[in-house]
């Protein structure tokens, strides 16, 4: 399989009064297109920090980050914004959504950015919903659904652009167990059933468990990685 | 429209917050409003001034009269269409506070030179029959119940005794600019009674007032006209109608200005305190942006979302403002009485109430959307409202 993401010799730190604090150090390394890779570490480790520069929302100090085949490190603002709503699909641990918009018009909300029709959107939209489980919340606001239901609310809001790629900052650090595992199995469904590539940054050892490889970092460097052969059902 | 939508339910999102700051911007926009128009009838006499008129006084103070003697060597000068001559009465009807103007006019001449008081000609020529006639104007007639026929007697302060006049004619406005909260009487009444009383009063004029042909030689006629008289006994100082009426407001400048000044500071004020709103709503949402922003929306879709709602929020008040104003001017015109003879909500005011209002909703967002705007996205992921 092509790596849809390539990192080389990516560094970034951060300033911190006088002092720089460095947070990646000279990370190299690929992810393969429809792979599910969880991010593990300690606090700290860098792993959010990595997941934002892959995501293009963040952007290294040096070094050359190729993701869906585009040098992020070098587009300008405007240019990585279209980018995103291309290619990356959003899911926080707080889920994130418009508190005033529905379900529907939060997932709605990506499409803007494209040149569908108002009709088109929102048979996108529904269908999105639907794949989540929430064809019957289309009307709902976020305060009147579930932690659960939210983060699945969220799910649709990055399936709907079609995005190539997935990230998902601590997914389940906000859910209940039953939830956490709804969630996961989603996650799980989305990436062998559709062939989205996900990188999951969690503490959850059980939730890293669902994906099909594991990256640990310790210090902004990259310990270990660990092919999982059978992801935990 | 979805960006509509959006900036319409983020409006409506703390009906609280909103419902102050509407109630806010509609008192600051009203009182703007309403103190445009308390300083607009401050001018309203200059304002409506005619071009063609010219007023002749004594260069020193207005309170010293002419000679009745001047009035036909006016009338020769080149440029001078016609002349006629008013003495301020200064009459009490009934207490001191039921003030009105009173003006002792030339009843053959005055209503000519004055075409923007509309009397019919029967009311005119029974005033101009009976000496004791008096013609008023229609709301000193509302305020005080006057009608055709009835007798009014006014206390004279400048010219003793108790005066008693009959209202032989109401004149109306030309339009609502024009002044109908005036008494007029008769020049010659007055007259013939100071020769009988006090003689060394008698045959004297408070002020001349000249048509002219052409306004644009007003100067020139003016200068003539008091160098006629130079070196005499009394002297005169000529000026077009409107500069003799701004003479007035000018005594009254500086309560003028500190209203203009405090109308202009109720529009700052709200200004503050809608930019603090707005900003503390965009700080409360930097989460929401920094999604957006990570979403793919470029900082002019946030930029937009900011203006709009403040934008929104800044016509709902200004617009109930504007349609409050109507209303309370009728009711603060009316409740001054004379104190103000023309008090009307003029358009200009009105455009400038809105141009307030937006620029409120403009001025006030600009700190807060650029911020928003601006916002790092990594950041404000994380940001905690």
Known sequence: MSAIVSLRHVSKSYSRGQQRVPVLIDLSFEIAEGEFLAL?????????????????????????????????????????????????????????????????????????????????RLARARLALDMVGLSDRLDHKPTELSGGQQQRVAIARALVTDARLIVADEPTGDLDR?????????????????????????????????????MHLEKGALLEREALDSPAP | MVLLRLILKNTLRHRLRTALTVAGLFVAVLAFGLLQT??????????????????????????????????????????????????WFGGIYKEA????????????????????????????RSFQRDRRGAVVGRKLAERYGFKVGDTVTLKGTIFPGNWEFIVRGIYDGRDAKT????????????????????????????????EIDDPSRAAQISLEADRLFKNSQAETLTETEQAFQLG????????????????????????????????????????????????????????????????????????????ALLPIAQAFGTAMGSLFPVFYVSSSTL???????????????????VSAARVNIVNGLRHVA
């Not at chain 1, 040096?62 to 279209?82: H, Q």
């Not at chain 1, 039953?178 to 990188?199: C, V």
């Not at chain 2, 455009?351 to 959307?369: D, K």
């Open chain 1, 40 to 120: 593990m570490g300690p606090s700290g480790s860098g792993k959010s920090t990595l997941l934002n520069l892959i995501a293009g929302i963040d952007q290294p100090d040096t070094g050359e980050l190729i993701v869906a085949g585009e040098n992020i490190a070098t587009l300008p603002e405007r240019a990585l914004a279209d980018w995103r709503a291309r290619t990356i699909g959003f899911i926080f641990q707080f889920y994130n959504l418009m508190p005033v918009l529905s379900a529907l018009e939060n997932v709605e909300l990506p499409l803007l950015l494209t040149d569908l029709s108002r009709r088109e």
């Open chain 1, 178 to 214: 039953d939830s956490a595992s709804e969630i996961l199995a989603m996650l799980q469904q989305l990436n062998r059933e559709l062939n989205k590539t996900i990188i999951m940054v969690t503490h959850d050892a059980r939730a890293a468990a669902q994906a099909s490889a594991i």
């Open chain 2, 38 to 87: 308390v300083v607009g009838a401050w001018y309203a006499g200059a304002e409506n001034a005619s071009s063609a008129r010219l007023v002749t006084r004594n260069a020193i103070s207005l309170v010293f009269p002419l000679p009745l003697t001047y009035r036909p060597k006016l009338a020769a000068i080149d440029g001078v269409r016609a002349t006629t001559h008013a003495n």
């Open chain 2, 97 to 124: 506070k039921n003030f009105f103007p009173q003006f002792a006019v030339d009843t053959e001449t005055y209503f000519k030179l004055y075409p923007e008081y509309l009397l019919s000609e029967d009311a005119l």
């Open chain 2, 179 to 210: 002044d109908t909260n005036q008494f007029f009487l008769h020049w010659n009444y007055v007259n013939e009674v100071m020769k009988k009383t006090i003689p060394r009063r008698a045959n004297s004029v408070g002020v001349y007032v000249l």
């Open chain 2, 248 to 323: 007035f407001v000018s005594m009254t400048e500086a309560i003028v200005m500190a209203i203009r000044a405090v109308s202009y500071l109720v529009i700052l004020i709200i200004l503050a305190v809608m930019a603090n709103t707005l900003s503390m709503t965009a700080r409360e949402r930097t989460r929401e942006y920094a999604t957006l922003k990570a979403l793919g929306f470029a900082p002019g879709f946030i930029v937009a979302l900011i203006m709009g709602e403040s934008l929104t929020l800044a016509l709902i008040g200004g617009g109930l403002g504007m349609a």
């Open chain 2, 351 to 369: 455009f400038a109430q809105l141009v307030c209002a937006l620029a409120v909703g403009v001025i006030a967002a600009i700190a807060p959307a």
